[in-house]
């Protein structure tokens, strides 16, 4: 846990393996979402609030 992003929120690292072509959603309660697609395979770490949900691409659905 780190506080690098806001001050006064907790800080979590996820860390992902995606394959080329795979992609990762990021939503966050009243912003659109982003969605980072990989272009190689990779290991990605995202440090987010935990408000922010981090979904597979291919999870997506099911997340909704």
Known sequence: KTD???KNKE???LVLTRKA???IVLEQEDKEP???TILKDSKIGIEA???V???REELLE???
């Open 21 to 23: 072509g795979q992609a």
């Open 53 to 55: 949900k981090i979904i």
């Open 34 to 36: 982003v969605v980072i």
């Open 11 to 13: 800080v979590y690292m």
């Open 4 to 6: 690098k992003l806001q």
């Open 62 to 64: 099911e997340a909704k």
């Open 49 to 51: 609030s935990k408000d």
